[in-house]
């Protein structure tokens, strides 16, 4: 049972409260450097609607929950400046306090519990009241809810209703207290969109009919606009209004990992043709990779402008490379996907399986969090990858289906080790295997929240 549920807690986490800071109200601040904060009549109203929201059975597990009933939302300045000219204004009204003013951009609104979330503190390497949890693929697979919504509906036509796509992505979160949410839909959405004849085949995964092998096939990946995916734009509409400020962290395929799908015509063990194309025609595979980083710049930026508050992009294969390969046939790609997400302001998640010998490369590559494998302990990944990263991961998926008392004890290995990185999310080292029990990720998100609880500042 988690008595100390970090959801049910009270709004405030050790942060200094607006009227300290000087922050008039109606606005919250997610500077880098500085707390959100709350005017001491909306502190007020969030600590009632929080001490009296009522007690959620969760189905899974008949844990009990406290859930925030509500939030205030509020306009928000996200600033890409010195924290002395952070601006703060009620939403259409920028107050310029300084020169560097210009340099703070209205990104969208956001609520004053996404400003207080322990995921988004953690990604941005700030203090944080636990360690926030949330697991790779928890929404879909081992669910039965999951599989009851998509009967008789394909894959990636589920991913095309926003309806769906909204009850798919909430499913997890009504069982297991996690600290975000991942947008429901699949790597592949974005190449389906601008016209690739990929497929998702039951039991198999993506599969291509014309696979792309020549400089002709470029020509059948083009810009994805906006117009393309109406359903994830209005799913993410949907979700933020839902969530209730917990995070929504929106996601897209790395280039080596889209690169192999297309070129392989499916999933591939060492995906031979993929590197036989990145050796052999190094003019071809650039030419590739860079409409792939369009496509998915476009795909993050759309998510982000919905309302994503976080993004995490899956080069899940990438770990077939060699880091000299990975530094002079991917990282310029992925570089850039993480530059032109940089002004969005939302933190960037870069992850692969079996990049124990990328970390430090991946990191460069301009991503605030570097997730982890099981292969690496976290206190060695933190000496590969260089300061000023927070890190996710990275329990092993197995473990989940070991006894109770050997995922508590990894669990804490995980959560010990990850105390040495700046930030730590915890989460799996790669997504939930099918047959895991609902109950089991219920019990190992409290114990996650438990034991990683940190008192509050000025209480012994
Ligand atoms: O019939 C089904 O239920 C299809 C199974 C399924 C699901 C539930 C696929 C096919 N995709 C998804 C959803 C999905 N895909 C999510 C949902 C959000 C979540 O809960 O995390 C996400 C994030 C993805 C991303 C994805 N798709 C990745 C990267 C993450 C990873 O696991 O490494 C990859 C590699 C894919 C391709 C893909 N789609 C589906 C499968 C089975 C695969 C992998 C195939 C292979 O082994 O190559």
Do not use: D, M
């Given at each position: 049972m988690n008595k100390a549920s970090p959801h049910a807690e009270q709004p405030h986490s050790?942060?200094?409260?607006?009227?300290?800071?000087?922050?008039?109200?109606?606005?919250?601040?997610?500077?880098?450097?500085?707390?959100?904060?709350?005017?001491?009549?909306?502190?007020?109203?969030?600590?009632?609607?929080?001490?009296?929201?009522?007690?959620?059975?969760?189905?899974?597990?008949?844990?009990?929950r406290n859930r925030v009933a509500a939030d205030s939302g509020m306009a928000s300045q996200r600033f890409v400046g010195s924290a002395a000219a952070c601006l703060y204004a009620a939403p259409g009204r920028l107050r310029e306090t300084s020169p560097d003013a210009r340099r703070c951009e209205t990104i969208r609104d956001v609520t004053a519990r996404q400003a207080e979330s322990a995921f988004l503190q953690a990604c941005r390497r700030e203090p944080v009241p636990y360690t926030p949890v949330w697991y790779m693929r928890q929404a879909g697979r081992s669910l039965p809810e999951y599989r009851k919504v998509r009967q008789g509906v394909s894959m990636l036509d589920s991913c095309t209703r926003p309806e769906v796509i909204t009850e798919i992505t909430m499913q997890p979160l009504r069982r297991y207290d996690v600290d975000a949410a991942i947008l429901f839909s699949d790597i592949v959405v974005p190449l389906r969109a601008v016209g690739i004849d990929v497929d998702i085949e039951p039991g198999v995964g993506p599969v291509v009919d014309t696979p792309v092998r020549g400089p002709a096939d470029l020509g059948r990946l083009r810009a994805l606009e906006p117009g393309d995916v109406p359903y994830v734009t209005e799913a993410v509409q949907l979700l933020v209004a839902e969530l209730n400020g917990r995070p929504l962290i929106g996601f897209a395929g790395g280039p080596f990992t889209l690169a192999s799908y297309l070129v392989e015509g499916g999933p591939s063990k060492n995906h031979d043709r993929t590197k036989a194309l990145m050796y052999g025609d190094p003019e071809l595979w650039h030419a590739l990779l860079g409409r792939l980083a369009e496509i998915t710049i476009s795909f993050l930026h759309i998510q982000v402008t919905a309302g994503a508050s976080a993004v995490q992009l899956f080069d899940s294969w990438v770990g077939a490379v060699s880091p000299d390969d990975y530094r002079h046939a991917i990282l310029p790609h992925t570089s850039r996907i993480f530059a032109a997400l940089g002004s969005a302001g939302?933190?960037?998640?870069?992850?692969?399986?079996?990049?124990?010998?990328l970390l430090g490369l991946m990191g460069e590559a301009g991503a605030d969090v570097v997730g982890v494998d099981w292969r690496i302990p976290l206190d060695e990944a933190v000496r590969r990858v260089e300061p000023g990263k927070a890190l996710q991961g990275n329990l092993d998926p197995a473990v989940l289906l070991a006894p109770w008392e050997v995922i508590e004890q990894r669990a804490r290995e995980v959560l010990v080790r990850g105390r040495t990185a700046e930030g730590h999310v915890f989460n799996l080292g790669h997504g939930v295997l099918p047959e895991t029990d609902p109950g089991v990720l219920a019990r190992l998100t409290d114990l996650v929240h438990a034991e990683s609880i940190r008192p509050k500042p000025g209480r012994p």
């Open positions: 050790g942060h200094s409260p607006s009227w300290a800071s000087g922050q008039p109200a109606g606005s919250a601040c997610i500077c880098s450097n500085s707390r959100s904060s709350l005017h001491p009549v909306q502190y007020l109203v969030r600590w009632v609607i929080v001490a009296t929201s009522s007690v959620r059975r969760n189905p899974g597990t008949g844990v009990g939302v933190p960037r998640i870069h992850f692969g399986v079996g990049t124990g010998e």
